[in-house]
């Protein structure tokens, strides 16, 4: 039998998203580095953007569009929120909505597509997802396929008929990290250690973070100690940090407080062992698509304390872990538009925070309970041998 050949693109075959639902989840396929004309464009921009000093020419839309005018010889190409104007069968993965342009995720943020007037290039894209050669979209969660389903129900039939019929949801897989939880004694000596992993530290809620384990830790002396694995990269969205904001987290830092250990960057080997070791997760998120943190975190017998925005809901939970109720809109998306909301946005996470730690600190045999179900979570919803069937079935459908 002729092994499977995988085409997927070439400067994202490493991205951490694509090694986790795409690359090398089927042992019967080989996957194949493939470039197009967009990606000479992008590389193009890149280059002159740093020629001149400050990205006057923009790639986000670039990122998610292929064309290659059928010239990579592979029987099916797998993207990651991206479409493809060629003939070659393609699926596509994605984390919010398909197609993944500029003027259509403002919009999200803005009206939710009410009396939306899809532009030149919205067209385009909806053209290639109803034409033949697109076989499939596949939602990380049921929530993104919630966010293509009411932007479908927002424009003309002949688009969205043809569309959610290719509609499909596949979570991730997750290989379990530990056999089980064994419960443990915590004192001063033995703090309840909590990791947070994630680059984006303030739009994840490390700014909510810091605050509670300096009131908690810091002031209080409770029994606690934050692990942090962050750049602290600034984002232009959600929390809209600044670098008033860095400086403030990097002073904390500098001052190395008892309660907190922190690490620029890790390999994710050096994240697993750490989560391994590690009592509570963390991701006290604005805004996240999905939350692969969360699933390695369950793996490793480690319950997680999250918001309840966007998919979290469902990999998260009261019996597995801890969810702080945040204000969302009707996507479950946090509300953080104006001052005001960003405001009590942050305030609702921190005392969510607060109340979720003294209550795991006047319980610690929680820790365990809510751990060995987490895993046995990961065990029941992210096979890896139930995600390559599926992957395998869909791949099967494209191509027969």
Same mark, same amino acid.
């Given at each position: 039998?002729?092994?499977?050949?995988?085409?997927?693109?070439?400067?994202?075959?490493?991205?951490?998203?694509?090694?986790?639902?795409?690359? /090398?989840?089927?042992?019967?396929?080989?996957?194949?580095?493939?470039?197009?004309?967009?990606?000479?464009?992008?590389?193009?921009?890149?280059?002159?953007?740093?020629?001149?000093?400050?990205?006057?020419?923009?790639?986000?839309?670039?990122?998610?569009?292929?064309?290659?005018?059928?010239? /990579?010889? *592979? %029987? @099916?190409?797998?993207?990651?929120?991206?479409?493809?104007?060629?003939?070659?069968?393609?699926?596509?993965?994605? &984390?919010?909505?398909?197609?993944?342009?500029?003027? @259509?995720?403002?919009?999200?943020?803005?009206?939710?597509? +009410?009396?939306?007037?899809?532009?030149?290039?919205?067209? =385009?894209?909806?053209?290639?997802?109803?034409?033949?050669?697109?076989?499939?979209?596949?939602?990380?969660?049921?929530?993104?396929? %919630?966010?293509?389903?009411?932007?479908?129900?927002?424009?003309?039939?002949?688009?969205?008929?043809?569309? @959610?019929?290719? @509609?499909?949801?596949?979570?991730?897989?997750?290989?379990?990290? $530990?056999?089980?939880?064994?419960?443990? &004694?915590?004192?001063?000596?033995?703090?309840?250690?909590?990791?947070? *992993?994630?680059? #984006?530290?303030?739009?994840?809620?490390?700014?909510?973070?810091?605050?509670?384990?300096?009131?908690?830790?810091?002031?209080?002396?409770?029994?606690?100690?934050? $692990?942090? $694995?962050?750049?602290?990269?600034?984002?232009?969205?959600?929390?809209?940090?600044? &670098?008033?904001?860095?400086?403030?987290?990097? +002073?904390?830092?500098?001052? =190395?407080? +008892?309660?907190?250990?922190?690490?620029?960057?890790?390999?994710?080997?050096? *994240?697993?062992?750490?989560?391994?070791?590690?009592?509570?997760?963390?991701?006290?998120?604005?805004?996240?698509?999905?939350?692969?943190?969360?699933?390695?975190?369950?793996?490793? #017998?480690?319950?997680?304390?999250?918001?309840?925005?966007?998919?979290?809901?469902?990999?998260?939970?009261?019996?597995?872990?801890?969810?702080?109720?945040?204000?969302?809109?009707?996507?479950?998306?946090?509300?953080?538009?104006?001052?005001?909301?960003?405001?009590?946005?942050?305030?609702?996470?921190?005392?969510?925070?607060?109340?979720?730690?003294?209550?795991?600190?006047?319980?610690?045999? *929680?820790?365990?309970?809510?751990?060995?179900?987490?895993?046995?979570?990961?065990?029941?919803?992210?096979?890896?041998? %139930?995600?390559?069937?599926?992957?395998?079935?869909?791949?099967?459908?494209?191509?027969?």
């Amino acid at each position: 039998m002729e092994r499977l050949r995988i085409g997927v693109l070439a400067y994202r075959m490493d991205f951490y998203t694509n090694l986790r639902v795409i690359v /090398n989840q089927l042992p019967e396929a080989d996957y194949i580095p493939v470039k197009d004309i967009f990606s000479y464009r992008r590389a193009l921009a890149l280059k002159m953007n740093r020629v001149i000093g400050k990205p006057l020419f923009q790639t986000f839309d670039l990122n998610n569009q292929f064309e290659d005018f059928d010239l /990579n010889r *592979v %029987d @099916l190409l797998h993207f990651s929120n991206g479409i493809s104007y060629g003939k070659t069968p393609w699926v596509s993965h994605f &984390e919010t909505i398909l197609p993944r342009f500029t003027e @259509l995720l403002n919009q999200a943020k803005n009206a939710h597509w +009410q009396n939306f007037e899809p532009g030149r290039l919205t067209l =385009k894209g909806l053209d290639a997802l109803r034409g033949s050669a697109c076989k499939q979209i596949i939602a990380w969660s049921e929530n993104a396929a %919630d966010f293509q389903r009411k932007f479908l129900s927002e424009i003309s039939s002949e688009f969205s008929t043809p569309i @959610l019929e290719k @509609l499909r949801v596949l979570h991730p897989a997750q290989d379990v990290l $530990v056999d089980s939880v064994t419960p443990k &004694e915590y004192d001063q000596q033995h703090p309840i250690r909590f990791v947070f *992993v994630g680059a #984006g530290f303030f739009r994840k809620g490390g700014r909510e973070l810091f605050r509670t384990f300096q009131k908690l830790a810091g002031e209080e002396g409770l029994p606690i100690r934050l $692990v942090v $694995v962050s750049s602290l990269r600034i984002e232009p969205y959600a929390a809209q940090e600044t &670098e008033e904001d860095v400086a403030w987290a990097r +002073q904390i830092i500098a001052g =190395k407080p +008892q309660w907190l250990e922190y690490y620029q960057e890790l390999t994710n080997s050096e *994240v697993l062992e750490i989560l391994k070791t590690a009592d509570v997760g963390l991701l006290p998120t604005w805004a996240d698509t999905y939350g692969l943190s969360v699933l390695e975190a369950q793996a490793s #017998g480690c319950p997680v304390i999250t918001t309840d925005v966007r998919a979290l809901p469902e990999i998260n939970n009261n019996r597995v872990g801890w969810l702080i109720r945040v204000p969302k809109d009707e996507l479950g998306e946090a509300i953080y538009t104006t001052t005001e909301d960003r405001q009590n946005l942050s305030q609702q996470i921190q005392a969510g925070l607060e109340n979720t730690i003294r209550s795991i600190i006047a319980d610690p045999s *929680v820790i365990a309970i809510k751990g060995q179900a987490a895993l046995e979570r990961i065990r029941v919803e992210h096979s890896p041998e %139930d995600y390559a069937e599926r992957l395998r079935q869909i791949y099967r459908a494209a191509l027969a």
